[in-house]
C-alpha cells in the first residue's frame, strides 16, 4: 500500500520552551486504521495538528501523497481538504448559529457551491445520525449530539483521512458505541482513520497498527497484537494491557491455551479460543484465571 501521509522528523517547540516533538517520524498507508497512545502531555495532540497542517514544525515535513506541505495558502488548503480533524471537545469545532449552517461552513469555504455544499451536508448527516437536529441552535446540544455535528462537519468536506482526537471521550456507553460504528463504516468506504486515545481496550481491538509516543517521540510501532505484549514497552510509556492480552496470558498460564495459538486480535477471537479449548473451564482453573488476573 501507498503511503498516503507522513511525518518526517518532526521537531516542535512550543512558545513557553516546553519541547512537545522531538525528531518524530510516522508514514500511514492508504485505508490503515491507526491508534496514537501515550501519557498525557507525550505529543499526541501536537502531531495531529501537525498532520492537520494547523501547526507547523520548526524542523522536518508533512508529506501528504509524496508532497511536502509548503505552508502556502494553497498548500494547506488542499491538505485540509484532504486530511480533516475531529477534536476531543466539539465546542472548539462548532461555531455557527445552527447545526445545517455549521456543517456546510466547511464545504463552502472549499468554494462548493450551495446547492453542492447542502448535498454533501445532508448525506453527512445522514451518515452521522444527525438530520433531526438540522435547525437546532448548536449550543442546546447534548455533548454527544456536538459530538456527531463535529464528525458531520468533516465528513461533509469529502477528506481521505480523518483524525479523531479521543473519539469517544466524555460519551456514555451507548453513544460511545455509535461513535464506534461509525469509524467502522468510513473505514469500510476506505476511509484512512487516526484516533489519538488513552484507551488500550479501544485501540487494540479497532486499530490495524498503533504507535506508541512518549517525550515527543515513537516509542514503538507495530500490529497491536505485537505491540501490547510488550509490557516493558506499556510500562516506559505508562500504558496498561488491553484485557483481552491480560485473558488469553492467564489461559496459557492455567494451561488452557498454548503459546502457539495466535494471540486474539478481538472479543469475538477470545471466545472462539475459550470454546475450542480442550480443557474444561471448572471451578478451580476459574479461580486459577483470577488469581493470575490479580
Not at 497498527?209 to 497484537?225: D, H, L, N, R
Amino acid at each position: 500500500m501507498t503511503n498516503i501521509i507522513e511525518a518526517r522528523g518532526l521537531v516542535y517547540i512550543y512558545p513557553n520552551g516546553t519541547s512537545a516533538l522531538n525528531n518524530l517520524s510516522l508514514a500511514i498507508k492508504k485505508g490503515q486504521r491507526i491508534a496514537l497512545l501515550g501519557a498525557n502531555g507525550a505529543g499526541k495532540s501536537t502531531l495531529l495538528l501537525h498532520l492537520n497542517g494547523i501547526l507547523r514544525p520548526k524542523k522536518g515535513s508533512i508529506v501528504f501523497q509524496g508532497q511536502a506541505v509548503d505552508y502556502r495558502h494553497r498548500s494547506l488548503l488542499a491538505l485540509r481538504k484532504n486530511v480533516g480533524i475531529v477534536f476531543q471537545e466539539p465546542d472548539n469545532q462548532l461555531f455557527t448559529a445552527n447545526v445545517l449552517h455549521d456543517i456546510t461552513f466547511g464545504p463552502l469555504n472549499l468554494g462548493l457551491t450551495r446547492e453542492m455544499a447542502l448535498a454533501k451536508s445532508r448525506k453527512a448527516m445522514r451518515e452521522t445520525e444527525t438530520v433531526s437536529l438540522e435547525n437546532k441552535p448548536t449550543h442546546f446540544l447534548s455533548f454527544g449530539q456536538k459530538k456527531r455535528v463535529a464528525i458531520a462537519g468533516v465528513l461533509a468536506m469529502e477528506p481521505q483521512v480523518i483524525i479523531f482526537d479521543e473519539p469517544t471521550a466524555g460519551l456514555d456507553p451507548k453513544m460511545a458505541l455509535k461513535i464506534m460504528d461509525l469509524l467502522h463504516q468510513l473505514s469500510e468506504q476506505g476511509k484512512t482513520l487516526i484516533i489519538s486515545t488513552h484507551d488500550v481496550d479501544l485501540a487494540y481491538s479497532w486499530a490495524d497498527y498503533v504507535y506508541f509516543i512518549k517525550e515527543g517521540s515513537i516509542a514503538g510501532e507495530g500490529t497491536p497484537q505485537e505491540l501490547f505484549l510488550r509490557q516493558d514497552l506499556l510500562t516506559a510509556c505508562d500504558l496498561y494491557c488491553p484485557w483481552i492480552i491480560e485473558i488469553y496470558r492467564a489461559m496459557i498460564n492455567t494451561g488452557l491455551a498454548n503459546q502457539n495459538q495466535q494471540v486474539p486480535a478481538n472479543k469475538n477471537e477470545l471466545l472462539k479460543l475459550i470454546n475450542e479449548s480442550p480443557v474444561r473451564f471448572n471451578t478451580q482453573r476459574i479461580k486459577a484465571i483470577h488469581n493470575c488476573l490479580g
